[in-house]
Each structure stands twice: as C-alpha cells, then as structure tokens.
C-alpha cells in the first residue's frame, strides 16, 4: 500500500506544489487545513480519493491528532506573514511546529519536514524570525531526525512577492521599497516543493537545508527586474527605515482603531525582517544537496507577470504589429 502523509497548510501557497510532486510520486494525502470547503482543488492533483482535504486546527492538540493518526510522514508548511487574530506568531509559528512534531512522535509518524525560513534566530529583532526559529528548536526537540528548510523569499504564480509589486506599479510613476538595498537569493517554489519530497524519501536526510535560487541581488535589483519583465517604467524610491518604522507605527495604529478591520500594508516587524539580508549562508547545505537544481528566475516571471503589461497577453501582438509597420 502507498505511503499516507499529513500536510498542515497543504492548501497554501507552497503547500499545494508539495501536494502535487507527492501525489505524482504515489503517496497517499490528507491536506490539513481550516477551511476544507475551499480546498477542493487539491484533489484534482491525484486519482480519485488520492488526495483528501481535512479540516484541523493547529492550535488543538485533538485536532492535530486526528489528522496524524495513522500516517508515515507530516509536512508543516504553515505561517504567517503578519499576525491576524488568534493567528499570532508564537500560537503559529513557535507553538504549533512543536504541537505537530510532539504529537507526530507519539504517533509514530517516521518522518517530518519543517518549512521554515532564512533568517530564523532566536536573537532576531524581528518577531517572526524568532519564532521561526522557536519552531525549529521544538521540532528537533520531538523528531531529532526531522528536515528543517529555509527558504529564501519565495516565488511563483501565487506568490504574495512579485505579484504585490507588480500590481503596485500599476498605480503610478514611482513603486516605493523599504530596504532596497537589502539582498534576497529567491527561490523558485517547485523547487521548495522537489526539496520537501526528496526529504521525505531519503530516509537518512536531516537537518537544517537552506534553499536559495541561483542569483543574488538587491531588493531595488529584483523590482527592476520585475518591471522589465512586465515593460513597465517606474522609479524604484527607497523609503528610509525611519520613516519606514513611522509609517509603520501609523498603519499599526490605525489597525487598533478600526478592531482589526483594517490589514496594515506594512508593519513594525515586517521592517525590522526589510533591514536584514536574506540569502543562504556561507557553507550551508542547499538545494543540489537535496538533488534539485536551482530555477532561475527569468524562467518563470515571464509566465505569471504578463498579466501586469500594459496591453496584458495582447503586448507580444502589438508589439510585432509595430515591426510591421515600420517595415
């Protein structure tokens, strides 16, 4: 019979990827996520009653167990990217890590990956760095042998990286960064995905894997980059931290004051992550120790971002309609 797995979070953005290579790898899925309903999607990555949707809370310990019983391996691609709610960075990415990996052992789930990140320090001035790394110390405190990787910023279709900017410089002649000369090595999502699964099937893997692209560059560089690909021409204007901070204050603020009902566009912590550099560290394992080889990213941006050229799929027609013109 086919190996069964657990993926908390295997509805989300690196989850579904996961989900995808594992299923066409045979493996058996439950996706653990809060909203079944709107997970439907996923079972269309396997045959049928391959891959199956499962509600969890990853704040219940019962929740986590009914979800773990009886599987070979668990996969927890959760977190947040700023607190919402009861969703806070310690109840996410501290707390519940350690709640899956304790109830795991209990259960006598053989093999667990952890997706976390790079820049994850229990000394981080930023709060999701420390508890990205409060994560990782309680998954190696109940699955010694599990596989903890960090990705740098990660990209692809659904990404809330290149696809957040590229809408912004839609709304004027200046698309504005916090941190531009801050270095990111990005990382191709299926290539996250491949990572996650050759963990998984090589038995004698463990540790800590840092995954980064092929190229390094600058936060201004890599939007640079984007608006070539979308044709776009816009000034790059780095807002100092400062202000940055300032404005941040304001928009958390303002949050309080509307209970909630306003989602900030930048926060305190989120500049505080802006001010470090984020790329694979000197003599880490990476990617082509897992067996994966590195995705460019002129390779992919093409494929999603057309939709922010100024004539959208219609920008190659016209463009060869000017050549013949002038022709």
């Not at 053989?110 to 976390?116: C, L, T």
């Not at 960090?150 to 002649?173: Q, T």
Request: hydrophobic residues 45%.
């Amino acid at each position: 019979m086919s190996k069964l797995v657990t993926i908390f979070g295997g509805s989300g953005f690196v989850g579904r990827y996961i989900v995808r290579r594992l299923a066409q790898n045979g493996w058996r899925i439950r996706v653990a996520c809060r909203s079944p309903e709107e997970a439907g999607f996923v079972r269309t990555y396997g045959v049928v009653g391959q891959v199956e949707p499962v509600f969890c809370n990853i704040r219940n310990d019962d929740s986590v167990r009914g979800v773990t019983r009886g599987v070979d391996a668990v996969v927890n691609c959760v977190g947040v990217l700023a607190e919402t709610c009861k969703n806070t960075f310690k109840a996410v990415q501290a707390e519940a890590p350690g709640r899956i990996a304790r109830i795991a052992r209990a259960e006598g789930v053989a093999r667990m990956v952890q997706i976390s990140a790079i820049g994850a320090d229990s000394d981080a001035a930023s709060a999701y760095a420390r508890t990205k790394a409060e994560g990782e110390a309680a998954v190696t405190e109940h699955m010694p042998g599990a596989v903890i990787l960090r990705p740098s910023v990660i990209f692809g279709p659904e990404d809330e990286f290149f696809n957040r900017f590229a809408g912004m410089s839609r709304l004027g002649p200046v698309l504005p960064v916090v941190g531009a000369g801050t270095r990111f090595q990005p990382v191709y999502v299926d290539d996250v995905a491949a990572a996650a699964v050759a963990a998984l099937d090589s038995p004698t893997v463990q540790g800590v894997y840092e995954l980064g692209g092929p190229d390094v560059a600058t936060f201004r560089e890599l939007m640079q980059r984007m608006l070539s690909v979308i044709q776009r021409k816009r000034i790059v204007a780095n807002i100092p931290f400062p202000v940055a901070r300032l404005m941040a204050g304001g928009f958390g603020l303002l949050k309080t004051l509307t209970l909630g009902l306003v989602t900030p566009p930048l926060t305190t912590d989120q500049v505080r992550n802006l001010a470090v550099d984020n790329v694979v560290s000197d003599g880490a394992r990476g990617l082509r120790d897992l067996g994966v080889a590195p995705t460019a990213m002129e390779s992919v941006l093409p494929d999603y971002l057309w939709r922010f050229r100024p004539s959208g799929q219609y920008t190659a027609i016209k463009n060869s309609a000017k050549n013949l013109k002038q022709s």
